[in-house]
Nanobody, 121 residues
Framework: QVQLVESGGGLVQAGGSLRLSCAASGSIGSVNYMAWYRQAPGKQRELVAAIPSRGSTNYADSVKGRFTISRDNAKNTVYLQMNSLKPEDTAVYYC???????????????WGPGTQVTVSS
């Protein structure tokens, strides 16, 4: 079972930037889609962005134009560049391999510990 470890979170002021990393213990080269999710206190986990091995990326409407997902298969790592951060982006961020099913995605692996992002106003 591949293990995922997210890092790069922290406390930042509104308008600031963070770059999250997700390191996988196994190869992600054969994984079609990798994705970032987030879970705010009292809310369900939601998809933030997904990236296929080839093709276009997908973003939640709330982060379009501000967040950029990328992957480095050689390093088995997925990244999330977050710019123009807002207080409503405050959440624990997780990554996972996913499978597209209709208009949504199904997580495939066990969740990692996540990384906390806190945006102050």
């Amino acid at each position: 079972q591949v293990q995922l470890v997210e890092s790069g979170g922290g406390l930042v002021q509104a308008g600031g930037s963070l770059r999250l990393s997700c390191a996988a213990s196994g190869s992600i080269g054969s994984v079609n889609y990798m994705a970032w999710y987030r879970q705010a206190p009292g809310k369900q986990r939601e998809l933030v962005a997904a990236i296929p091995s080839r093709g276009s990326t997908n973003y939640a409407d709330s982060v379009k134009g501000r967040f950029t997902i990328s992957r480095d298969n050689a390093k088995n790592t997925v990244y999330l560049q977050m710019n123009s951060l807002k207080p409503e982006d405050t959440a624990v961020y997780y990554c996972n391999a996913v499978r597209p099913i209709g208009s949504t995605f199904l997580p495939l692996w066990y969740w990692g510990p996540g990384t906390q992002v806190t945006v102050s106003s």
